[in-house]
């Protein structure tokens, strides 16, 4: 079992900016894909960022050049989000893939309101 706990989500301002985190533990073999998702309420969950085989990076439109993804050497994820916009309000999902099984995180909440 792989076990995945997020952290880091809260409440900002607009312009602002959050670090969420994501640490992987037990029974990982090999992770093909790590990263965020999200869900706003009433609409359907949406990828974020994906770190794909260790290296590659994939974003959603939306969030382009405002928001980060990287991973330490540790199986823990990161999301540098910046100029955050009340469009950003949502549960944000860790998502790890590994040998063709998904395992996901419990998701934080992030709200940007003034």
């Known amino acids: 079992q792989v076990q995945l706990v997020e952290s880091g989500g809260g409440l900002v301002q607009p312009g602002g900016s959050l670090r969420l985190s994501c640490a992987a533990s037990?029974?990982?073999?090999?992770?093909?894909?790590m990263g965020w998702y999200r869900q706003a309420s009433g609409k359907e969950r949406e990828m974020v960022a994906l770190i794909i085989n260790g290296d590659r990076t994939n974003y959603a439109d939306s969030v382009k050049g405002r928001f980060t993804i990287f991973r330490d050497v540790k199986n823990t994820v990161f999301l540098q989000m910046n100029s955050l916009e009340p469009e950003d309000t949502a549960v944000y999902y860790c998502?790890?893939?590994?040998?063709?099984?998904?395992?996901w995180g419990q998701g934080t909440q992030v709200t940007v309101s003034s």
């Open positions: 998502s790890l893939v590994g040998r063709g099984v998904s395992y």
């Open positions: 037990g029974s990982i073999f090999s992770i093909n894909v």
